[in-house]
């Protein structure tokens, strides 16, 4: 079967077609055979002849009215000149409905999907990993800005990349540089061979796409490309972009006989009664006769013997089946009586989901009302009304649901959006806003505690023009869906809140600023978390509140200590704290000194930040608050299980746990519990941190929070991997990536990312790993999670290491006996400077045989390994993390003495046995003086000499 939208083929006809995404309905013809268009096809390949000719780009408007054959003549020009016998290369692009590509650049990054062989079910970050690859063969000037201007069209297909010139340089910079890539990669696509590139849906195209086309030409000078769009004369009308216009036009008379015949498959054209009847009713559109011929297969009207078309030669024919979906829609509406239309048309004010209770206000409203009643008179009469919706439902139009969202009520929903446009298109405008005000007032009156609904009474009331009304509707709306990690939908209804609020409504814009910066801040967007806060602040100082003032520099800070800005972070958190203090928030001040602590803990001074934790937990206790106090007790056994001291951080999690269970504090026990799987994970107690995360997993599902449930997910598949269980890993991997995409929740999903580079590894798939990898070193570079960075780095440094294909082990003793000679390198003096020049002097005569006679591709993995662990370690060192460090070291002098470098082997194995030694704060404070640098640093130095 071939997809009569793409003529994509198709070995079975499902619901939607996988190539371009849109619905396949019954039967359809191999191929729509192609009748009329000879002159068409043939300015086309005119086109084509002139751009190679003068070797210059050509862009042509394929113009028509919708409906008459515009995408199917695209099709077959391609079909022609995109096989395996011709030099032609072709990309289309077209809008997927419901795609995940985001007008205005729809067609447009579809043609990028296509041209880089994207597949839609692959995860983002192999996504990636294939974009990457397809990208560096053609070396473009920048790979990481060929990434991101390929992201940009692709939307969220493809996997996040790093926002540091969204935050730098803004929107309209990002999108000129991502408009140069577009430009750069037609341009290599047509470096050896002509290219084609077919946009459909030019009807619907943005300014910004437009505006991209227009600064193609520049960037495609002398290259042979065809570019065509598919778009209507109105949509083309003004615009200068086109060299011309191939027009699609309606089918002559004889086109649509001969379109009938083969359609039909029929030995001769249609009687001319048929014909001429065809043709009036669908002008001559090639769809639109496509439907007539299918209509009369199902009835029965053509035979399936294929003997003649089974209509009377000399009677009038008149059809009484609609052509087109509208009028299907019309010819439906048409059949109801007067007062079935009328409930119905406001129904259709109601929503696409509507109830019989909702109707009563709206007939009264339309009836009247008595001038005096001294009883409740029922109006409409409530059997009418039943009676009136059960044909409504006869005709298809709607349908009862199963359940209904209020209680004691029938719901109902339209079968079809086009019906119910149509009846909106007959409720005059003048009367809208009062109906929305009265749907708005009865969901108030009747189901206000009802969740779910407050979102739509806070639109009723927006569109009857209560803006106050609204705004309160939509902050509770928010709040719910917040409350159920629906952070998304929460994020709309705060920011419609925000367009109905004024600077009259002060504590409530600090409340919503507030709650979308948190928001922002949870998805890893920190430029708008920034924005929020920010807004907040100036709305806190105009009214004075220092309590407000000070909750917003502290998240300020946060987002400043993400960053690794740690100075301008601890700036802001100390301000922060003074007006904590000034406002005598107890709280507050605790909650400042604990961000405080967690800046300096980023400083590598582990001591200060143990004192700050201290000092916001003896806050809290003579504040007597035993939540915030589990608080503290948690965020010292981080700082002790990261520092190596298990069994203080232990300690510590067993008392947070007690109080939270003694003050029924579920939502902090399932935290504390989640905290206890890192530890037992650090603590390489894999079947421990199972039967924990599968306790917390099953409180999450219990009590909804799907935050705490992604994070589990992330912690269960670590837990099954360190246990070699890699099939549990990646199921629980995938499903955690997958819900903590959807919340939102960055550090989460580098966990489950990390969870399912260690199954694909188990698994025996190297590459999906790494691609995995990848990514979720990416993530935790761009938003400050550097403990998960380390570990991604460590599995990453295994991981190539073991691409190698050498023992390394016996490759560095190989190294170290042939350095046995070398008096230089015996040196034991600090002075690490010294060593690296000693070991350059003897670089050619210590690197083992073995690693000579690698291939290139081993040598750099070996390369890209050492690079991980050196990361890995400068991290750890930062943290503070004696053991880890410790370590880590071994690893890397085993890489750096396989490479030949034996001088650093040696000094990274005495760091090593200082740190294991207990000599941790010399060497920190080495460090800190410049005595001796970081690895990272000395591997700089090394490679500029």
């Known amino acids: 079967m071939i997809c009569p939208h793409c003529a994509c083929d198709l070995p079975t006809l499902p619901p939607r077609c996988p190539g371009c995404g849109r619905a396949l309905g019954g039967e359809r013809p191999a191929r729509p055979p192609m009748v ?53 290369r072709a990309v289309r692009g077209f809008p997927v409905p419901g795609g995940r590509v985001a007008d205005p650049f729809q067609p447009l990054g579809r043609a990028l999907h296509n041209a880089l ?4 079910q692959e995860p983002p970050e192999v996504a990636r990993a294939r974009v990457e690859k397809a990208l560096a063969a053609l070396e473009p000037p920048s790979l990481p800005d060929a990434v991101r201007g390929v992201a940009f069209f692709l939307g969220r297909h493809l996997a996040e990349v790093d926002d540091a010139l969204a935050l730098e340089a803004g929107p309209d910079e990002l999108r000129r540089r991502s408009f140069a890539v577009f430009g750069w990669l037609l341009r290599k696509l047509a470096e050896r061979r002509p290219l084609i590139v077919a946009l459909e849906g030019g009807d619907d195209a943005g300014p910004e796409a437009w ?46 006989g001969e379109l009938m015949k083969r359609l039909a498959d029929r030995a001769s054209p249609p009687p001319a009664n048929l014909l001429d009847a065809v043709v009036a009713a669908t002008e001559g559109r090639p769809e639109a006769v496509m439907h007539v011929v299918d209509t009369l297969h199902r009835q029965h009207v053509l035979t399936a013997d294929g003997l003649g078309w089974g209509v009377d030669a000399d009677a009038e024919i008149a059809f009484d089946f609609p052509l087109t979906p509208q009028q299907a829609a019309r010819q439906r509406l048409a059949g109801l009586d007067d007062e079935a239309r009328a409930a119905l048309r406001l129904g259709a004010v109601v929503g696409p989901v509507f109830w019989r209770g909702a109707l009563v206000p709206l007939l009264r409203a339309a009836q009247g009302t008595h001038d005096a009643l001294t009883n409740w008179v029922e109006l409409p009469d409530p059997g009418r009304l039943t009676a009136a919706l059960e044909r409504c439902v006869e005709a298809g139009v709607v349908q009862p649901r199963p359940e209904s969202a209020l209680p004691d009520d029938v719901e109902y929903a339209f079968t079809r959006a086009r019906e119910r446009d149509l009846l909106q298109g007959e409720v005059e405008d003048e009367s809208r806003p009062r109906l929305h005000a009265l749907v708005a007032q009865w969901l108030e009156a009747h189901h206000a505690t009802t969740d779910l609904l407050l979102r739509p009474i806070a639109e009723h009331y927006r569109r009857a023009g209560s803006a106050k009304r609204a705004a309160f509707f939509f902050l509770r709306a928010g709040d719910e869906a917040r409350s159920r990690f629906a952070n998304d939908t929460a994020i709309e209804c705060y920011e419609q809140a925000l367009t109905l609020l004024d600077d009259r409504d002060g504590l409530a814009l600090m409340d919503v600023h507030h709650a979308l910066g948190a928001l922002h801040a949870l998805a890893g967007r920190h430029d708008r978390a920034e924005a929020a806060f920010e807004r907040m602040l100036g709305t806190a100082w105009q009214l004075d509140h220092r309590a407000k003032a000070g909750a917003a520099l502290n998240r300020l800070g946060r987002l400043l200590r993400d960053r690794c800005q740690l100075a301008r972070a601890e700036d802001v958190l100390e301000r922060g704290r003074a007006l904590f203090a000034e406002a005598r928030d107890v709280p507050g001040v605790a909650a400042s000194i604990d961000d405080l602590g967690q800046v300096a803990l980023l400083r590598g001074d582990r001591a200060r930040a143990e004192a700050l934790f201290k000092d916001a937990l003896n806050h809290r206790q003579r504040a007597g608050d035993p939540r915030a106090v589990a608080l503290s007790l948690t965020n010292l056994a981080r700082l002790w299980r990261d520092a190596g001291a298990r069994r203080r951080a232990e300690a510590a999690l067993e008392e947070a746990l007690s109080l939270r269970q003694r003050l029924g504090d579920v939502a902090g026990e399932l935290d504390t519990r989640l905290e206890r799987v890192e530890l037992l994970l650090r603590d390489r107690r894999a079947a421990d941190a199972q039967q924990e995360a599968d306790t917390a997993l099953e409180m999450a599902r219990a009590t909804g929070n799907r935050g705490r449930r992604a994070r589990g997910l992330a912690l269960a598949a670590l837990a099954a991997a360190a246990l070699e269980d890699h099939a549990a890993a990646g199921l629980r991997a995938r499903e955690a990536v997958a819900l903590a995409e959807q919340l939102g929740d960055v550090h989460s999903r580098v966990r489950a990312l990390r969870a399912l580079a260690l199954a694909e590894l188990g698994g025996g798939e190297a590459e999906v790993a790494l691609a995995h990898l990848t990514h979720a070193e ?126 650093r082997g040696r000094r990274l194995r005495r760091e090593a046995e200082a740190l294991e ?29």
């Open 36 to 88: 009329g268009r000879a002159r068409a096809l043939a300015r086309l390949d005119e086109a084509l002849d002139e751009a190679r000719k003068t070797r210059s780009p050509r862009f042509l408007a394929v113009r028509g009215a919708a409906r008459s054959g515009r995408s199917r003549l695209l099709a077959e020009f391609l079909r022609r000149h995109d096989n395996a016998f011709s030099d032609v």
């Open 117 to 120: 062989g994207l597949d839609d």
């Open 211 to 256: 505006e991209l086309l227009g600064s193609l030409r520049p960037a495609l000078e002398g290259r042979t490309v065809l570019l065509l769009v598919e778009l209507s004369p109105e949509a083309e009308a003004g615009r200068d972009v086109f060299d011309g216009a191939v027009e699609v036009e309606p089918l002559e008379r004889a086109a649509v």
């Open 778 to 903: 990416r993530l935790a570079r761009t938003h400050g999670d550097r403990v998960e960075l380390v570990e991604c780095l460590l599995i990453e440094a295994r991981l190539r290491g073991e691409q190698v294909g050498v023992d390394l082990g016996e490759v560095a003793r190989v190294a170290r006996a042939q350095a046995e000679a070398e008096p230089s390198l015996d040196d034991a003096g600090d002075d690490i400077a010294s060593l690296i020049d000693d070991a350059l002097k003897s670089a050619e005569e210590t690197v083992p045989p073995e690693v000579l006679a690698l291939s290139e591709e081993a040598r750099g993995a070996l390369s890209a390994a050492a690079q991980a662990a050196i990361e890995a370690v400068d991290t750890l060192d930062a943290l503070g993390d004696a053991a880890r460090a410790a370590e880590v070291r071994r690893t890397l002098a085993l890489l750096a003495e396989a490479q030949g470098d034996v001088a």
């Open 917 to 945: 030694g207990g000599d941790e704060a010399s060497l920190v404070e080495r460090r800190r003086s410049g005595a001796l640098p970081s690895v990272g640093a000395a591997l700089r130095d090394r490679e500029g000499s």
